[in-house]
């Protein structure tokens, strides 16, 4: 008895047991560790008032309900001795004697918060990404691989005036219009078999009588190599149909409307192209993780493991929305700065840290360096560190193995000019002014993000007063540069 009441003392669950009045007996140091009561403290108190868990008042009818062969399992929100509170998993077990009354009861608690806030945070991202399909002013439907609709955005519905419900089975193909579905049809069956892109221009009639134009695109869904579906969009060009057919007659007019719709539909395609891939990607690692932390033999350390991959993730997707929602306010001209000092040194280093760990698994040397020591400017702080993270972030993705990224910084006539020099492949002359457009990528079949990075640290940069600019030459690396007015240290000191 002794050498198990031992062991339950440093096993690394909070194990508690309990009386038939439901008042603490034995509280080992899991139970310390997690709640912060040493044993002496909690000896003699009854858990709902100890932990302050409501949820818990009823355990013991609920356990002598279910007899004492069973185990009562509850997630509960518990009070800590220092007023914090934990997302607590309990598995409570009846003791009875030997003519079945009970006499106490044995608890196992397990901290889950971890778990419950990467939950939580999942369940925020897919809200937000609802949001996002649901203001979408293109069509976006998901099908199988046999081509039935698995969801449509209020978009897609409202083209083609079918609901979701009545697109079942091939239903769907009953919006298009009969000129143009003996061919759409086969077109797409075509493009499915053989897990290929597809793209067609074609009608709808829909249930109002109306004919609709639409450009639709689908692009194949891959989980682990194997394709799962489709993603399509539908964007509705009717206005530019009837422009062409208005051609004879409005033919000046037409030919600039085609040519900005041309442009527009270019950038867009390019967009959705990079962030349909990355977000299916990330939607895919989310739905497989999910899946697999439902699985009944899984390990705690596999279980973490999923749990942490989920979490990456939902982060890497709201990154890439609040790199859009950075854009946006870039080009309407409302992004925020908050001025404050910042001095270099410290900036530099928070960066250097926070970027080593990516440059040491790429096998490349990261250093910095402040030629003139202290260096203060007047803007925000967490604004130029975004700035310095995109630019990092740039020049390691083009840098091989055992090349070397520098980051420095001077003072150049009243400004500070801050360099991102890398011994990567260098960029040739007729692309180098194009490095910092939006949803622009050097090569764009590498998939090497949603090319924003570069656009979102040029807005940043003229927001604060500065300019940004590159210097390279193919086989030579490439040198990022961009200034911030500055300031002196005496200047940045609190008055």
Known sequence: MMDQQHLLEFTHEAVIALDEAERITFWNRGAERLYGWAAAEALGQTLPELLGAEALRDAAAALRSLGGGETLTREFVSRRKDGTTRWVEGNRRALVDDEGRL??????????????????????????????????????????????????????EELHGRSHAEAQGRGWTEAIHPEDREWVVPSWYRAASGGQPWAETYRFLHRDGRVVWVSSRAAPMFVEGRPVGYVGTLEDITA????????????????????????????RDEMLAVVAHDLRNFISTIVLSVARLERPTLTEDERARRVSVIKRSAEATERLIRDLLDVSRIEAGTLAIERAPVEFAALFRGVVELMQPRATELGV???????????????????????????????????????RVSLRARRVAGEVEVTVEDTGQGIEAEVLPHIFDRYWQVHRTSRAGAGLGLAIAKGIVQAHGGQIWAESAPGRGTALRFTVPGTHAREAEPA
């Open 103 to 156: 006499v106490g009861c044995v608890a196992v608690h397990r901290d889950v918060t971890a778990r419950r806030l990467a939950e939580t945070k999942l369940r925020e991202s897919e809200a937000r990404m609802r949001a996002l399909v649901d203001a979408s002013p293109l069509g976006i439907a998901v099908m199988d691989l046999a081509g039935h609709p698995v969801f449509y955005n209020p978009k897609c």
């Open 365 to 403: 040397a990261l250093d910095y360096a402040i030629a003139d020591g202290e260096l203060t400017v007047s803007g925000d702080r967490s604004r130029l560190m975004q700035v310095l993270l995109n630019l990092l972030d740039n020049a390691l993705k083009f840098t091989p193995a055992e090349g």
């Open 240 to 267: 530019l149909k009837q422009a062409e057919a208005d051609r004879e007659r409005l033919l000046a007019a037409e030919h600039e409307l085609r040519v900005q719709a041309e442009r527009a539909t270019r950038q």
